[in-house]
């Protein structure tokens, strides 16, 4: 049986979220059915660009079974975040926005005291 590229109506979507840092953000995206495919760090990227290899390599930013997480998240986590889903036959890409919003002046208090 042949390989077809990822199609539009089995892929689980990433949507956009808002987090008050420094709470982890989370994003979704594989497809649904078999082959389940699944991106890998490699296959999500920041404003076009590849993740942050010193947050891929300390664990604040992670990949596991179709999510990004991203720890301790601050206001320079802010972007469009694309998810590459990949097979023999192609890619499809989508994305979606991480808005995190800055402490409140309560944590900031809590962390300094």
């Known amino acids: ?6 199609e ?4 689980i979507k990433p949507v956009n979220v808002t987090v008050r840092a420094p709470a982890a953000a989370r994003i979704r995206c594989r497809t649904r059915q078999n082959p389940v495919i699944q991106p890998t760090m490699d296959d999500w990227l920041k ?5 942050n290899a ?3 390599a300390t664990g604040r930013i992670s990949s596991s079974m179709g ?3 991203i720890k301790s998240t601050s206001e320079e986590d802010s ?9 023999s036959a192609g890619d499809y ?3 979606a926005n991480v808005t995190v919003e800055g402490e409140t002046q309560m944590n ?6």
Request: aromatic share 6%; charged share 30%.
């Open 54 to 56: 010193d947050d891929i």
């Open 8 to 11: 539009e109506s089995n892929i």
């Open 47 to 51: 404003d076009g660009k590849k993740l």
């Open 67 to 69: 999510q990004l997480v």
């Open 79 to 87: 972007g469009t975040y694309t998810c590459i889903l990949r097979n």
């Open 108 to 113: 900031r208090f809590e962390k300094t005291h």
């Open 93 to 95: 890409s989508v994305s």
């Open 1 to 6: 049986m042949q390989s077809k590229p990822p």
